[in-house]
């Protein structure tokens, strides 16, 4: 059964850069969709990005200006980078694998708490 | 693009039959596939429904999912309700760009 495991820091400052790696075990990168959602607290779901392991890449309009993805396949790894952050990007972010044709999660992380604040 | 409108919360008691839908703004409910989440309060989401109606191994057949052309929805349908399901459902689908839209979510009480 494939696991996705969430890091990066819990703490980021306004105007820096968001940086998060989600690992993949039981299961190759090399193949599926891989996909970044956030959730602020007390709000519904937000999709940011997702990758193929191929590299094709797929961004929230509203993100896209803000948000790069990428897939490191010699680390089974994905990561984002969301730059220039406000308190509005205060949220949990998780990480989830799609289908092989498809970017519908169906695997998801834990999710990690990040927060913006000065 | 389109929005997909889920209601805010729904509740039904235990061993009932619990329906919660989800409305597609404009373009056919069937061009993309919908997926279906549960959301326990502090947990991650968890996949119970994907490609409309195919339920993820380990998911009980008390869930099951439908498109419904006519009214331009998709339906999650939880049977034989259990305290356990008390969560928050999401659905989710595609435009015509491939990117992800989901629904704001429903809270389903079990009581």
């Known amino acids: 059964q494939v696991q996705l495991q969430e890091s990066g820091p819990g703490l980021v400052k306004p105007s820096e850069t968001l940086s998060l790696t989600c690992t993949v075990s039981g299961g190759s990168i090399s193949s599926h969709y891989w996909s970044w959602i956030r959730q602020p607290p007390g709000k519904g779901l937000e999709w940011i990005a997702y990758v193929y392991y191929r590299g094709p890449t797929n961004y929230n309009p509203s993100l896209k200006s803000r948000v790069t993805i990428s897939v490191d396949t010699s680390k089974n790894q994905f990561s984002l980078n969301l730059t220039s952050v406000t308190a509005a990007d205060t949220a949990v972010y998780y990480c989830?694998?799609?289908?092989?044709?498809?970017?519908?999660?169906?695997?998801w992380g834990q999710g990690t708490l990040v927060t913006v604040s000065s | 693009n389109f929005m997909l409108t889920q209601p805010h919360s729904v509740s039904e008691s235990p061993g009932k039959t619990v329906t919660i839908s989800c409305t597609r703004s404009?373009?056919?409910?069937?061009?993309?596939?919908v997926q279906w989440f549960q959301q326990r309060p502090g947990s991650a989401p968890t996949t119970v429904i994907y490609e409309d109606d195919q339920r993820p191994s380990g998911v009980p057949d008390r869930f099951s999912g439908s498109i419904d052309r006519s009214s331009n929805s998709a339906s999650l349908t939880i049977s034989g309700l259990k305290t356990e399901d008390e969560a928050d459902y999401s659905c989710q689908s595609f435009d015509s760009n491939n990117r992800v839209v989901f629904g704001g979510g429903t809270k389903l009480t079990v009581l």
């Open positions: 989830a694998r799609g289908g092989m044709y498809d970017s519908g999660p169906r695997y």
């Open positions: 404009s373009g056919s409910i069937a061009s993309n596939y």
